[in-house]
Each structure stands twice: as C-alpha cells, then as structure tokens.
C-alpha cells in the first residue's frame, strides 16, 4: 500500500487535466445551449404530460412553469464555470446536479454519453483542475499549481479505459458478428453515400474493426510508441460516427478525454513547439508540493473503479438477450447493438363488468416516447400502471392492462415480446428479472435460411 501511494501521489504537470477541463466545460456549453436552440427544453420535457422514470427516481418531477428553462440557464452558467475555472468547486458540483436531474426527468433520452457526462462530471469533483489556466488560480494565487498528484489524472484514464474496452467488448456477440446492425445502417444511407456502402465488405470492415479499434486500441493508448497513432485512428472513428449516426457531443467529449492519454504536459510541448515559450501554468513562479493520497482515498476510488468494471457485467444475471429483454441494457456501454421497432396496443378491461377498449398511446406520449417504449419492457410497464391509475383518477375500477407487442431485432421477423395474457397495471417494478417479457427466439434472416 506504501508503494501504491507513493506512485499515485508522484507528481505530475497539471496542463492535461487542465486543458481537459476547459475542453469539458466547453463542450457542455454546447450541449446546454443546444436544448435551447432546437427547443428540446419544451418538446421533451415541458410539452409532454407523461414522464418515463428510471427505476428508483420516480420522485423526480419538472419544475413547475418555465422552471426548466432558468435549470438550463443555470447549467449554462456552471459549465462555462468550468471552463474557466471560475468558483469551479461551486461550478463543477452545481452542474453535476443540474445535468443529473435533466437526465433523471425521463428516461426516453437515456444515451451512453449523458452518462459518459456523469461519470466525468464526478471525477472532476475530486481534483484540482482548477489549478492553472482559471480565473480562480488569477484571485486566489494559493489555488494556483503547475503540478498535480499522479492519481488527479490516472481515474480519468482508467475511466476512459472501461468504457473503450467494454464498447469492444459487447460486440462479440452473434448478431454483430454477423454484421448486424451494421448491415441494416448502411442499407439505409445508400441515397446519402452511394451503393458502395451497403456491399457486405463495408459493414464487416465497419464492425471488425470496431471490435479490433476498441480491444486493441485502448490498451495500446497506455503505450508512448502506439499513442498518437491511436489516437488519430479514434479521431477518424469518432469523425466517421458524427457524420453518420449524428451522436451528438459523445465524438468531441471522447476526444478530449483521450488527450488525457498523452504526456502530462503534452499542451506545454505543443504550445512551445508552436510560439516557441511555454505558456505560464499558474500566477505563482514557486512549484506547489503535492499531498500525499491517503490510503482510505486509495480505498474510495478502488471501490468506484470496481462498481464501473462490475456494474455494466449485470445483465449476465438475466436470461436472454439483454438487446431484447432489455434487461441489464443500460449503464453498460452497450452502444450501437441493436436495431428496434414494433408495433404495441394496449387493451383495458373493467374487471367488473367485463367491458373492453383501447387506449391509444399517442393521446399521451409524444411520438418519439411511442417510438422508445414500444420495445422496452419496463417502460411498457410504466405506461400500463398509468393507463390504470388514470382511469382509477377518472372514479372507475382500476382496470386490468395487457399489452399486444411485436418487435423486430436486427432485421430479424417480428415476434411478440410481452405475454398478452398477462395484467401489466399488477405487476411491481423491479429490476428482477420478470417471467412476462417472452425469450427472444426468432433467429437473423441469415441463420434461418442455414437452418433449413
């Protein structure tokens, strides 16, 4: 342990984490601002009356009026905080917060790199990337440092390790393998990019090589002789995704996290090589000692790195396939896997006088919230309690509801996916595994045509 902490605690040039800061604050200005100018903060949050939430946060409720407009406003003026590195404690800890609660709001928008955003958001709560290059290091000449503890930049690389080798890792799989979805995308963009890119080499150049890009490149990333050779290679991959699957911020945000990978000093060197004089680091001209991490910090940040390798394992504790039971799906890096859509209705029976109707979806949901539940069985299940408990609200019986759901899995023919016999408005939420989600047994177009 002595050993450990003295590695962890050698000190290193603080440009790095920096200048990842700076990046992240901006990037988050961006994203915050882009809510704003495509009115997302109406069309998603206010507008809608129905709110799917995330197991355990449905506590979680909208402002009342034009509340979530002043949120936004609010997380805007934190993440350009954190760019500045102005009253960034304050900055860094309100934006986790804010952006927590707009993620917690409705789990339609769930995306890997929203909780990409959290995950960092955390760690640059725990160091001093404030240090140098912010407006806290110009008025509080105390705060300012040209060297950090070793530890304040190796989370983030470990951070940034998981989610690589886990993007790799979900994708052996047998669907992937058989170059879906990928397949199915690429059909799609003819029109876009020309026929070349629906011929079957592209879709299984595009997939194995994600495969090889995440298994072979993150480890090599730790490599000073494989580094930047890596990292153009993830510059042109995160290029390529942009272009053509519009992810919104995830290609930038990767990015400036894997800058982290390069020399701790490597903005010192560029700059240097560029204007020829390094950049001053900090107001002050006498280097800062580095604190000593103490062992029960080591323990902390162990205990996180062991929830972040464990948690996304989850969905092995499930039957099935997680792309069609959903189950243990989230949280786990599990990007870009599945192609889903389906068709769903909802019948209601009054258990006392036995009478049956329909309720159509869309008289409640906007079509993007049709478009996201009809595939996913907790969210089938959220929408079934609120059909019962509006009609109970209405002064009628509490009615049973079943759901008619058929869904397709990457290109594969529509199957049912929820048991119709089953009343959803009596069944709990639980993140148990649940005996009304019917197994996935309908194999890919390819695997049918070699069984017979």
Known sequence: MTTLT??????VSIAALAFFRIAFGLTMLVETGRFFYFGWVSRYYID???????FGFEWVTLWPGDGLYWHLALMRLAALGIALGAWYRLSVTLFLVLFSYVFLLDQTYYLNHFYFVILLNVLLCVVPAHGAWSVDARRRPELARAQ????????????????????????????WLALQPMSGWFATQVDQYGPWIAEPWVAAVAAYGTIALHLLGAPLLLFKRTRVWVFWTYAGFHLLNHLQFSIGIFPWLTLAGTTLFFEPDWPLRLWQRWR????????????????????????VLAAWFAVQILFPL??????GDPSWTEEGHRFAWRM?????????????????SGRVWRADPLAILTPRQLSKMTCRPDMILQFAHHLADQAQARGQPRPEVSARVRCTLNGRPYQTLIDPKVDLAAEPRTLAHVDWILPLT???ERERHAAR
């Open 6 to 11: 003295e590695r962890l605690s050698q000190p």
């Open 48 to 54: 809608p009356p129905f709110h799917f939430k995330y």
């Open 148 to 175: 950090v503890p070793a530890w304040t930049r190796l989370i983030f690389l470990l951070q940034m390790e998981v989610m690589y080798l886990y993007a790799g890792l979900v994708k052996i799989n047998s669907d």
């Open 276 to 299: 020829g004089q390094a950049p001053v680091l900090a107001p002050s001209s006498s280097p800062r000692p580095t604190t000593p991490i103490h062992p029960l910090w080591v323990g």
């Open 314 to 319: 989850r969905h092995y504790l499930y039957p």
């Open 336 to 352: 870009k896997l599945r192609a889903k859509s389906g068709t769903i209705d909802f019948v209601l029976r009054d258990p006392d």
């Open 442 to 444: 309908t194999p890919l």
